[in-house]
């Protein structure tokens, strides 16, 4: 077990050691403290810390799951394009732990830029419109006498079991096409075109559009316990989550594992 | 003879009904320089590949100190260190970051191993710095020290010396040959430079559209022993003077080409037939065995054949 962290290790190793990492957090802190200071400026200062948490979060947790995509089908396919997936699989381990190894470093990769996402925002928006304002201002995404932190930890909790399911896709998509870039494109071509015309198509009368991953991958929407349309629950949505997440990662394995590498 | 360290049996790789090695049957003794040779497109590359387990047989099997690479690869694969093709590392990583990440995967390499190899491999100036800044010799360099790490008992190496200057070749050279003979590690090297190899390798391989076409030992078939007899070339001034001498002591010799006469001797015979011509007052400028390069055995088998 100690071993098999330390291939997790290198692919942490692999993934905060580049360029590309550095300039993503970068984007995610400067995006955040754009919209604060645009919003301090213009917008007047009688808000809610808890508000433009809300808002940018919403707004800006895209970024962690784009981010990750990058990252997730960097990961195994650009081992293929460099040729190092040789020297890497020559090694006493089975191909599966050395994509289990991957896989993990991914979600732990996805976690800390939604963490990162969170804590920045909670610090930005603190010293903008907490510390700067009255603090005594109400928020109005959470009733009295709830939480607002405990709610934005929900809406956290939900959009981060969202993007894993995308990331997951292009992490599938890396391992069968073993090019970064296609993975990267129709994974998300799949998340922002096809997303929004399915919630168009989930209008209609057809009984196999509730059974579309695009449908339910906007999880947020229950957070406010509406019924949501045509009736669907919270437990429907993560049921057909969880059925495409097998799915997908059954490819990935069985393709990375079977397949000859003669890259 | 002690037992193989490798050895294939009948491996057999189609790929959509083409047959790229057809039953390849090789076996490798532990502390020999083994060379594996082929024009372009020969199938030495997917030989590695498969005893490497980056590709699957079709059929036969591969064993590695008797642990066979598709049933117990994790066993086997320990006992072996490999570049496959290019040395191909993380070029946005260091030297040393590279050899670490390696390490890491294996069992029971320390730092001081890592240190070791590194100086070994003659790169103690350049470890910090990035991959990407380094020439090919220092990859190739780098990438024996990844294949070292481990201490492997079987050393596969595709095209070594390739990028390497002069005195890189010559060192990969000895090092090479004082790891199989000191240390008793099997080296497996893939290569299209004959003369290479010659120096290099105790046997040599040839295949040809993936079939073994030809297995010989460098180090007893050529030059002229007590036993063992050479064609012997005298190089003359006069053929015919020198033929009648030659028949007249009683040995046969024909005329081979402009200035040459060929006999087949022993050292004794090659005296003698030397002591004839210059009593016949014949001039002899030298005598040499008449022994082809590996070069002209290597033509001469494959037929000179292009890739395909």
């Not at chain 1, 969170?118 to 930005?124: D, G, H, N, Q």
């Not at chain 2, 079939?211 to 190089?235: C, K, N, P």
Request: glycine fraction near 8%; charge should be neutral.
């Amino acid at each position: 077990m100690a071993d098999f962290m330390k291939l997790v290790q290198n692919e942490n190793m692999k993934t905060f050691l580049r360029a590309r990492t550095v300039a993503m957090v970068i984007i995610l802190a400067a995006a955040v403290t754009s919209v604060s200071v645009l919003w301090l400026a213009f917008g007047g200062r009688d808000v809610s810390m808890w508000d433009v948490v809300y808002v940018e979060s919403s707004l800006l947790y895209f970024l962690v799951t784009i981010f990750t995509v990058v990252a997730g089908a960097g990961t195994v396919a650009e081992e293929f394009s460099s040729g190092t997936i040789k020297l890497l699989l020559i090694r006493p381990w089975s191909r599966s732990k050395i994509l289990l190894s991957k896989y993990i470093s991914t979600v732990a990769f996805a976690l800390f830029m939604a963490a990162l996402l969170f804590v920045v925002t909670l610090v930005v928006n603190w010293l903008c419109f907490g510390l700067l304002n009255d603090p005594s201002i109400p928020t109005s995404i959470t009733d009295a006498g709830e939480s607002p932190f405990a709610y934005m930890l929900r809406f956290y909790g939900l959009s981060f079991i969202s993007s894993i399911v995308t990331v997951t896709l292009a992490f599938m998509l890396s391992a069968v096409f073993r090019s970064a870039v296609l993975a990267i494109a129709l994974a998300l071509f799949l998340m922002l075109i096809v997303n929004n015309v399915i919630l168009l198509l989930s209008s209609l009368p057809y009984k196999w559009i509730d059974y579309v991953l695009f449908v339910h991958l906007n999880l947020t929407r229950y957070l406010d316990d509406l019924p949501a349309a045509g009736g669907m629950t919270l437990g429907f949505s993560l049921t057909v989550l969880g059925v495409y997440y097998v799915l997908f990662m059954a490819i990935a394995w069985i393709v990375f594992s079977r397949r000859d590498v003669a890259a | 003879m002690e037992t193989s360290v490798v050895r294939l049996h009948e491996v057999t790789k189609r790929i959509g009904g083409r047959t790229i090695i057809d039953r390849l049957s090789l076996e490798l003794r532990p502390g020999e320089v083994f060379g594996f040779l082929g024009p372009n497109g020969s199938g030495k590359t997917t030989t590695i590949r498969m005893m490497v387990g980056l590709m699957s047989l079709t059929s036969g099997e591969i064993s590695i100190n008797g642990f066979s690479i598709a049933k117990d690869y994790e066993k086997a694969i320990r006992l072996v260190g490999a570049i496959v093709e290019n040395p191909e590392m993380y070029k946005y990583l260091s030297g040393y970051k590279n050899l670490l990440h390696y390490a890491r995967m294996m069992p029971g390499v320390t730092e001081e191993r890592v240190q070791e190899v590194i100086r070994l491999v003659g790169l103690e100036a350049r470890i910090r710095d990035k991959v990407k800044t380094y020439s090919l010799g220092m990859r190739q360099r780098l990438g024996l020290a990844q294949a070292l790490l481990h201490k492997p008992k079987l050393l596969i190496l595709d095209e070594p010396t390739n990028g390497l200057d002069p005195a890189g070749i010559r060192e990969m050279r000895d090092y090479l040959r004082r790891l199989a003979s000191e240390e008793g590690v099997t080296v497996f090297v893939s290569s299209h430079l004959l003369s290479e190899m010659e120096l290099m390798c105790d046997r040599v391989a040839i295949i040809q559209s993936g079939r073994l076409i030809d297995l010989r030992d460098l180090r007893t078939g050529a030059g002229m022993t007590e036993e063992r007899t050479a064609r012997m070339l005298f190089e003359v001034d006069r053929i015919e003077a020198a033929l009648d001498a030659l028949s007249a002591a009683g040995l046969a010799a024909e005329s081979a080409g402009p200035g040459l006469v060929v006999l087949q001797g022993d050292r004794e015979r090659t005296a003698s037939a030397n002591a004839a011509l210059v009593g016949a007052g014949i001039s002899v400028y030298s005598i040499r065995p008449d022994v082809k390069s590996l070069e002209d055995q290597f033509l001469e088998v494959t037929g000179g054949e292009r890739i395909g």
